[in-house]
């Protein structure tokens, strides 16, 4: 995997050194051969590498989309068990709310700072293994005998099925909390930016011109590059604040 | 021409009796007001307790006091700050009692202040009500003219040490307040410990009300040396946050358990992240579920009142006591003696205020035992029960 631990600064110096290998190498083919291609072939050439990026951007957008609907999957869960336990007498229905709340607590505070690496914390293991222990005990049924309601009617099957849903969202958040910003595709984009840089040097003869287009192709065309990286660490980019989402969660009195 | 003058006299009186106009009869109860009094922490380490308590009873009274009173009297409450400090509770009483002619005291805050306090009623006979403690001394006081709504701190130990053996957590430590207050504790948890068959507590370790910071980290050091599963700590808030930040750092794993007394929002505002997990007993029902009436009156009046009272704890104890005094002074009739307030006190026997039930009688003096624990989660003072 690529660690794109990659400050935007990191980013500017690639493509400077880029761009400056891309004007190298247009001089070195001019002044091999003189090169009469026509300008107009910059057109299709920023199409590739525009459509390029928007590929693997879409891609990643569809990632953080999916993280997003998993986490708030997993805190609507958290909240769902936390309101059906009322169903419980009071001693039991305190602990299984601890140990719910425990769960998202460490969440917020453990598990935002591992997954920034993609991976599920010790802590939250745990606490996610008391719930579970919990929930399989005879203290998660309610009183037997007593007159059903809404919250009771069918309360192990809700129950089944929450703990069910909590587990899937929480495995989809950490399977897709890994950086996806492979070694493939940086060399993609580096590839199509090279070459789209050295097609502006070989078109344009002008020294003037040939510092402005470089200089404007060093201010846009990394801006993709950014993005995917943002895009493709939700968690380490601050996209996707997993703490301020579980935090608001604990604030609640329930 | 004079016995005709007499005549429309007799005439009114008769009206003004007859439609309930208020006239002067016992201590404290005036023409268009009764007076009644409060000493309590409003500032200091229990500071909070007192304030919420206030609030919430204020919510309440302010209410019945637009609606015409009781009677066509108004409530009137004069408060003083004693600071949780027992020597100016007995200053402030004495104030109130002798000075300012109050009809019954309401809301005193703390078990030492209370008890300074103590000589100055008895020797007065003058009704309390709602005193903000759960010592044993002030529930052994049932020929005298105490009267207590809310559950005995034995009564939330109890209900401590069931929780703490339902889930296996069976050696426990105690950290106290050496006082009337934190003495009180020791004897509840002893007592709790042994009616479920339970070891005393693996250590007994007494702080002083306001304790150092290196007096903390020395008792808390025994208390992880000592290893146990649940570590209970019966102070002021100051000094239980101190013991709860200590722990932490101490990496102590052990369940942390304070009682009601402690200011359950101003704990879990001081403590923040650390607080979470902490669990308190409570003596109010939760004030954020309002499936209980109760709640449900005092969220909607704290809304109708549009008031900055927050919901909580202490302001829900404050606003159930209002409730308590004034029904007790509404059923002591259009002419209230200090007798017959008490005799309307002792004769709510299982009455319901909104779902909490309240039981006195001469021979008890002990409204409720009604229990329940939270715990602290999250670090912005949200609770759950």
Known sequence: ?254 | MKKGKQIILNLLATIALATGTPSRSEVGILPRSILLGQSAAFSGPSGELGREFRKGAHEYIQQVNAQGGIYGREIVVIYRDDQYEPARTLTNTKQLVEQEGVFALFGYVGTPTFQAALPIIEANQVPVIATVSGAQALRKLNKSSVFNIRASYHDELSAIVKYLKHYGKKDIALIYQNDSFGKDGKLGLEKALKGEGLRPPVVNLPIPRKAALHVIQKVTQSTVAAKPDAVITISAYNNVANVVEALRQKKSDAQIFTISFVGSQALARQLGKNGHGVGISQVVPFPWDARMPLVKEYQNLITKNRSNTQYGFSSLEGFLAAKVLVEALKDSGPEPTRKKFVAALERMQGKSFGGYRISFSPENHNGSKYVELTFITGGKGAFIH
């Open chain 1, 1 to 254: 995997m690529f660690q794109p631990n990659l400050t935007a600064g990191s980013v500017y110096l690639l493509a400077f050194l880029l761009t400056l290998g891309a004007a190298g190498l247009a001089h070195l083919l001019k002044r091999i051969q003189p090169i009469n291609i026509p300008s107009g072939i910059m057109s299709p050439m920023g199409s590739i590498y525009a459509l390029t990026a928007a590929f693997l951007l879409s891609n990643a957008f569809l990632n953080v989309s999916n993280l997003k609907t998993s986490i708030t999957q997993e805190v609507v869960t958290i909240n769902k068990l936390g309101g059906l336990v009322s169903a419980l007498p009071d001693l039991q229905r305190v602990e299984a709310r601890r140990l719910i709340y425990d769960y998202g607590y460490s969440i917020a505070n453990d598990e935002s700072i591992t997954i920034q690496q993609g991976m599920a914390s010790e802590k939250s293991l745990l606490a996610l293994q008391r719930v579970k222990d919990f929930f399989e005990s005879p203290d998660a049924n309610p009183p037997q005998g007593k007159e059903e309601s809404v919250l009771t009617s069918n309360y192990s099957k809700k129950v089944t099925d929450l703990l069910y849903d909590l587990i899937d969202a929480r495995e989809r958040r950490i399977a897709q909390a890994k950086p996806g910003f492979t070694q493939a595709l940086a060399l993609a984009l580096g590839l199509m930016y090279f070459a789209l840089g050295t097609t502006i040097f070989v078109v344009t003869t002008k020294p003037w011109d040939l510092f402005v287009a470089g200089l404007l192709l060093m201010i846009a065309a990394p801006v993709p590059c950014q993005l995917l990286i943002l895009f493709s660490n939700p968690f380490s980019s601050g996209i996707i604040n997993i703490k301020d989402i579980f935090d608001a969660l604990l604030e609640r009195s329930l």
